[in-house]
């Protein structure tokens, strides 16, 4: 048997490949990438049908960030030209949640720029939840704050978060070479207090920082193994101003062939299409929701994404469906792992779809995103190497949260 038949058979039946299998994947060849989403998307529409879950993202704080992750544009010394402001009053937040929503957004993800909150923050964002609820009590609301301090993920359930966002980002090896003000091991405690206090572990990657295949194969196992429930993948968007400007290391085929192989590793888990979708994917982004079962809508934290009004007119044309809000996101008996994780707060294996952690960082910047062509201010150009920086396709966002401007969605 192939490649591509173990993988397919082992995905239908909610296994996962060996290290081996999940590295081939990211060594395929052009002729036969097809042939790898193909594969892919039998798993996809085993366990998740062709539903799409659209997410929708308020950035409640900007800029400003005190770390100093390489690939964000809030990051200290960011000279990224980005909205920067602060906390947004409830009723502004849920104002941009409800446009989400309207647009068809199940899932409100709340982030706000900084190393962790303050107990005064919880309570800022303990209001924002409520204003949200009050408007529309079936959203899903997801909570990315950054680091958790003990019995902040207990207030924030308590006052109604369903999930938390916390990235592991890359792999262990490799996490220094991004960020020095935190650890590997912070985002992975935070992701941990997350999910013992009974949220929902929300924890993914960014590609295209310069790792290496045996990089994202480890990240991506190490996120199966702590039981994160959905898996945002973003493809770093190299931000004018940031350390990792120049690094446009990715192509549409790469893209999907990392996207096939977070899908093998976790097939009853949500694969969601996170920042640099529109960027990098461009128009091979149909392809991916072969793939993956979720993005987000509109509007990225600081990068303008394509109008939200398109991201619907592709999922429509592509034969996907969105998925609505009564129904589950999660296969049934992935689910009930995830429930049963988050009530006993214990782990286990990646075969047995564990249930700690999961683990997102001091997040906040990295889900940039930017719309598909030429829509910037500025043209590509070219650095002294002969790289091409490729601006063109970086919006920064300038409509929606924080702004006086009608959000994208
Ligand atoms: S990812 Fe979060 S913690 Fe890191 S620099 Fe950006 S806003 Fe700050």
């Not at 192989?261 to 888990?269: A, E, G, H, L």
Request: one cysteine or more.
């Amino acid at each position: 048997m192939d490649l591509l038949d173990t993988l397919t058979a082992k995905g239908l039946r909610g296994e996962i490949p060996t290290r081996e299998e999940a590295l081939a994947v990211l060594a395929t060849t052009d002729d036969e990438l097809l042939d790898v989403v193909a594969a892919a998307g039998k798993v996809r529409r085993r366990w998740f049908g062709r539903r799409v879950k659209l997410n929708y993202l308020v950035n409640l704080k900007s800029g400003l960030c005190p770390e100093d992750c390489s690939y964000c544009s809030q990051r200290l010394g960011s000279k990224a030209e980005i909205l920067k402001y602060t906390w947004l009053k409830p009723d502004q937040a849920a104002d941009a949640a409800r446009a989400g929503v309207a647009g068809g957004a199940k899932r409100v993800c709340l982030v706000a720029s900084g190393r962790g909150p303050t107990d005064r923050d919880i309570d800022r964002v303990t209001d924002t939840m409520a204003a949200i609820k009050e408007a529309d009590p079936e959203v899903e609301i997801c909570v990315c704050l950054g680091l958790l301090s003990d019995n902040q993920a207990e207030r924030l359930k308590a006052a109604g978060a369903d999930a938390y966002n916390h990235n592991l980002n890359t792999s262990e090896g490799t996490y220094g070479d991004i960020a020095t003000t935190h650890t590997y091991a912070d985002r992975v405690d935070t992701v941990q207090k997350a999910h013992g206090a009974g949220l929902s572990a929300c924890s993914g990657l960014i590609a295209g920082m310069g790792e290496s295949d045996e990089d994202l194969v480890d990240v991506v196992f190490a996120l199966r193994e702590l039981g994160s429930d959905s898996v945002p993948v973003n493809f770093l968007i190299p931000f004018e101003g940031t350390p990792l400007a120049k690094e446009w290391n990715l192509t549409p085929q790469r893209c999907l062939r990392i996207l096939a192989m977070v899908r093998f590793v976790n097939p009853d888990t949500e694969v969601r299409i996170a920042g640099g979708r529109e960027v990098h994917l461009r128009s091979m982004q149909p392809l991916g929701l072969h793939i993956a079962n979720s993005i987000f809508l509109g509007d990225y934290l600081t990068s303008e994404g394509q109008a939200g009004q398109a991201d619907l007119d592709m999922i429509k044309d592509a034969g996907f469906e969105v998925e609505g809000a009564g129904e589950a996101t999660l296969p049934r008996h992935r689910a009930d792992i995830a429930e049963a994780a988050q009530a006993g707060g214990s782990c286990g294996t990646a075969a047995s779809a564990c249930g700690s952690g999961g683990g997102c960082g001091p997040c906040g910047g990295h889900a940039h995103a930017a719309p598909e062509g030429t829509t910037s201010e500025s043209p590509a150009s070219e650095d002294s190497d002969g790289d091409e920086l490729r601006s063109d396709l970086v919006k920064v966002r300038r409509r929606g949260a924080g702004t006086e401007l009608a959000p994208n969605a």
